[in-house]
């Protein structure tokens, strides 16, 4: 069935480090990703997206890549702050519909 | 613009009992989704709702339910709950309808069966 799959499951960096997280994902007919960022108590928040006529989108300190030959996409954050320890979790639309299928979530720590 | 509301925050059920949960959409969005979300399984799609009907429905078993009046507003229904059943239950509300959309998170209804 469809799946995505996301590594690592936790990344603990120091202030200021870059912070990468890859997922790929099975159905070839995906055309949307977005990512979401989902702190202690919270919902899910859509940090950014990228749909597949782009191999790539940056929004400050944030970008994503897609290859779509290779079916996986990947989130990049730089110049990371403490703030930004989260869950961070994949997603890639399903077959039918708009239904999202997530991954499991990056448990992201960031020490000062 | 508010966000997606739910109701309520938490919620602690007894096994066998039901229980509905509310979802209000962002103003002027009328697609509606339901997730659950636990350790084990993680974010796994309930059902979709758009114009009052139910567009799509996840691999979830009868007990779970789900409906969207004209306001677009949307309430799922769990009866005769079960343990296992304990989880965080998470609307998204959507602009549109269809495939490339944007969902958008409310906090979720934290749901306890005791």
């Known amino acids: 069935g469809e799946n995505v799959e996301q590594h690592p499951s936790t990344l603990s960096v120091q202030e200021g480090d870059s912070a990468v997280i890859k997922c790929t994902y099975s159905?070839?007919?995906?055309?949307?990703f977005p990512w979401y960022k989902q702190e202690l108590g919270k919902g899910p928040q859509l940090i950014i997206d990228?749909?597949?006529?782009?191999g790539e989108k940056k929004d400050q300190r944030i970008a994503v890549t897609l290859n779509k030959t290779a079916k996986h996409f990947s989130l990049h954050i730089t110049e990371t702050q403490p703030e930004d320890s989260a869950v961070y979790f994949c997603?890639?639309?399903?077959?039918?519909?708009?239904?999202?299928?997530f991954g499991k979530g990056t448990t992201l720590s960031v020490s000062s | 613009k508010a966000g997606v509301t739910q109701t309520p925050r938490y919620l602690i059920k007894t096994r066998g009992q039901q229980v509905t949960l509310s979802c209000s959409p962002i103003?002027?969005?009328?697609?509606v989704s339901w997730y659950q979300q636990t350790p084990g399984q993680g974010l796994q799609f309930l059902f979709e709702?758009?114009?009052?009907?139910?567009?799509n429905k996840g691999n979830f078993p009868g007990r779970f339910s789900g409906r969207q009046f004209s306001n677009s507003r949307s309430e799922m229904n769990v009866s005769t709950l079960e343990l296992g059943d304990s989880a965080l239950y998470l609307c998204?509300?959507?602009?549109?309808?269809?495939?490339?959309?944007?969902?958008?998170f409310g906090q979720g209804t934290r749901l306890t069966v005791v």
């Open positions: 998204a509300s959507s602009p549109r309808v269809g495939r490339n959309t944007e969902a958008f």
């Open positions: 159905d070839s007919a995906s055309n949307y």
């Open positions: 990228i749909r597949s006529n782009v």
């Open positions: 997603a890639a639309e399903g077959q039918a519909g708009t239904a999202l299928i």
């Open positions: 103003s002027g969005h009328r697609s």
């Open positions: 709702y758009f114009s009052e009907t139910q567009r």
